[in-house]
């Protein structure tokens, strides 16, 4: 089975844990999750598998959709509610409208320092295993980009945010530094992701949902096609000759043009089967087969 489940993660599991438990599910060797959730947050989680994980790196440049909620006053070492407080501050004075004036500031695109206690990289090691190990570092600030920032509700000291975001941005960060700038300390108490790409909440299958689908033997329903990830790109149907191109991994020329295409499209055969994932050259205005998916409707 090659394609990608959309799935309802539960808070307390890790992602590597949703993906442990698809595998032993479905008994498909090649399985894997495209976003990492961390424990506490739920929501949606897409599960790759087979050939379907070869668009992994496809679905990480979608725009994610969060529901979060901050408790402002109190900073962790880990920016969330399972953390080692590091600040106590008073956050009652806080007014709507100083909160207002904050998140302005990290609208559109923005430096923000990961966590401590995240998969990034520093100096070809984890932060997480550095911080488990005890050693502090202060790992560069990256850009992230924060396309909707909106205030959903504000009971101090709470506030509820909804944030549609892309890669790399961390909403722990997002949390710690919204505390700093209003001077007393913030850490995220909860998330959910609403939606990722093409995938949303209110079309996600739970676990129970998915072990009664395969215990009944029609999980298989369930799983969407791999090309869903890339239909916001252009696609072009190729004629049998040029399919052999694609097929053996060779360079063609179409005639559809590269710039007013992104310079990327999706390849199908005259009978509907998605072929390839194609990127333009403008050096010789050819078509060049990046990942070619052959076999599947």
Same mark, same amino acid.
């Given at each position: ?89 008073d956050a009652s004075g806080i ?23 995240? $998969? ?5 090691? #984890?932060? @997480? ?7 502090? *570092? /202060?790992?560069? !600030? ?71 689908a395969c215990c009944h033997g ?40 590269? $710039? ?5 499209? #999706?390849? @199908? ?7 390839? *994932? /194609?990127?333009? !050259? ?14 599947w409707q």
């Amino acid at each position: 089975m090659d394609g990608i489940l959309n799935i309802n993660k539960p808070g307390g599991m890790t992602s590597y844990g949703v993906v442990a438990l698809v595998k032993r599910l479905t008994h498909e060797r090649r399985v894997g999750h495209a976003g990492t959730l961390d424990p506490m947050a739920c929501g949606v989680l897409p599960v790759c598998l087979g050939r379907g994980t070869r668009v992994i790196e496809f679905l990480a440049e979608a725009k994610k959709l969060y529901r979060a909620e901050i408790e402002l006053g109190l900073a962790t070492d880990t920016y969330d509610a399972g953390g080692r407080v590091t600040q106590r501050g008073d956050a009652s004075g806080i007014s709507r409208r100083q909160l207002k004036s904050a998140l302005s500031s990290f609208r559109g695109r923005v430096m923000q320092r990961p966590p401590m206690y995240s $998969a990034v990289r520093y100096q070809g090691k #984890r932060l @997480y295993d550095l911080a488990r190990a005890g050693i502090t *570092v /202060l790992p560069p !600030s990256r850009p992230a980009e924060i396309y909707r920032l909106e205030l959903i509700d504000f009971r101090p000291p709470l506030v509820t945010l909804e944030v549609e975001c892309g890669k790399g941005t961390y909403i722990r960060s997002l949390a710690h530094d919204l505390g700093q700038v209003l001077g007393c300390g913030g850490h995220l108490k909860s998330l959910v992701r609403l939606g990722y790409g093409p995938f949303a909440t209110d079309s996600a299958v739970t676990l129970p949902q998915l072990e009664t689908a395969c215990c009944h033997g029609y999980w298989r329903q369930l799983v969407y096609p791999p090309d869903i990830v890339l239909c916001h790109w252009p696609a072009v149907v190729l004629s049998d000759d040029k399919e052999q191109f694609i097929r053996h991994g060779r360079p063609l020329y179409l005639e559809a043009d590269g $710039a007013s295409f992104d310079g990327r499209c #999706r390849a @199908y055969s005259q009978d509907g089967c998605f072929l390839a *994932v /194609l990127d333009y !050259s403008a050096e010789n205005g050819q078509w060049h087969p990046v990942k070619v998916f052959s076999g599947w409707q």
